[in-house]
């Protein structure tokens, strides 16, 4: 069997390259190649004897990630892009531009087991975990295609991150190598559903990656009604892993939180909402939740959103209504993907 080599970080790659008896120079080489110049094939590496990619093609392979569809956004130019793996899974991933540059939102896994109520990625449940060159790729294929430097990327798409764990890690830390794209760690967010001892292992890898968290229940009931992650970790667990974050990388952490008309938009939201963030240093993000044809969640309109953002204003929490992107093309997260995997069985 071949081997991943864009998964292989910097010093790994070194070892690899030399072990085949080559000089450590051939390594830099190699490295810029796959993570700063975005090469998909060894014929591509020219500084490179052809003895030396042949060697390469026989023992190694750079997993393609190839574009299947890209939707772009009349309203504010946000592409959406439809992924396919080498083993026929297809993947999404989001650019849309901001002011503060460019971000690339992008898939851990290839479905997910994590059972939300209101989310389409986990309808089929999880087919598997997605390696860092499959992560890595997501990025550099929108960087190519786009022809747009990438400078923020957040894990915020298909998947649980932290059910991926050691793939996820190694895709931030290449990701963020100064070897690499060199994207800054300020600048990366990854997004969880709450798994307590993952958050408390993260926390110890002392990055600077921030850390945003999928709350959507101010109580553990209201959580437990939507999240299943939350009969496994109770909300109190939850926010202490958070606090525990917060405390060991300094990173104030970002709540997440989907409304849902009639579920969790009420005053007594309002009022339970502030009990527990208030104490913290952090952020709330309202996201209206997405219409999944599957579900049958409905969002406030614009007035109740606003009023309920006012109201945890009032009391003192910093909070957002996070500002709908690309709203024209497959609505939301999962969306596109779902749509692949129905016309694929109606054929
Ligand atoms: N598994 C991770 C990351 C993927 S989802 C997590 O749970 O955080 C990214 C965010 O989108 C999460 O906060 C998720 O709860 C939210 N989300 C999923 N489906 C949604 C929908 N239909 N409408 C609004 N937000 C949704």
Redesign the pocket.
């Known amino acids: 069997m071949k081997k991943d080599i864009r998964s292989m970080d910097y010093e790994e790659l070194n070892t690899e390259i030399q072990n085949l008896g080559e000089k450590s120079f051939r390594a830099r080489q190699i490295y810029e190649w796959l993570h700063v110049k975005l090469a998909g094939d060894f014929e591509e590496m020219t500084n490179l004897s052809k003895a030396l990619r042949a060697r390469l093609e026989e023992s190694y392979e750079i997993l393609p990630v190839e574009m299947l569809e890209r939707q772009i956004s009349k309203i504010d130019g946000t592409n959406k892009f439809l992924f396919r793996l080498h083993d026929g899974n297809v993947v999404e991933s989001v650019l849309m531009y901001y002011k503060h540059g460019n971000s690339v939102c992008i898939s ?1 896994q290839a479905g ?1 087991r ?1 059972g ?1 109520a ?4 986990t309808i089929g449940g999880l087919k598997r975990n997605l390696t860092a060159s499959e992560m890595l790729g997501q990025v550099y294929q929108i960087q190519k295609i786009s022809g747009e430097r990438v400078s923020n990327v957040v ?9 991926n764990y050691d793939n996820f890690l190694r895709f931030v830390r290449m990701l963020t190598d100064e070897h690499g794209l060199h994207i800054s760690q300020r600048n990366v967010t ?5 798994i307590v001892p993952k958050i408390r292992a993260l926390a110890d890898e002392k990055l600077q990656i921030t850390l ?5 229940g101010s109580t553990q009931e209201k959580r437990r009604k939507l ?1 299943p ?1 939350a009969n496994k970790y109770d909300l109190a667990e939850v926010l202490a892993a958070c606090d525990e974050y917060f405390e060991k990388t300094g990173r104030r952490v970002t709540f ?3 409304l849902v008309h009639g579920v969790n938009d009420t005053p007594e939201d309002v009022r339970e909402l502030t009990a527990i963030l208030k104490p913290r240093s952090c952020h709330l993000n309202l ?6 044809r599957e ?1 049958n ?1 409905v ?1 406030p309109d614009r007035k109740n959103a606003l009023n309920f953002k006012n109201n945890l204003e009032k009391s003192g929490i910093n909070v957002t209504i996070r500002r709908e992107m690309g709203s024209d093309i497959d ?4 969306q596109l993907r779902l749509r692949y995997a129905d016309a694929e069985t109606d054929q």
């Not at 209101?118 to 990625?121: D, K, P, R, T, V």
């Not at 609505?331 to 999962?334: E, V």
């Open positions: 851990s997910c994590m939300c209101f989310c389409a990625s894990i915020m798409g298909t998947g649980e991150p932290l059910d990854v997004s969880t559903c709450g945003a968290l999928s709350l959507h999240m992650v997440e939180y989907s996201i209206p939740v997405n219409p999944v579900r969640f969002r609505g939301a997260c999962g």
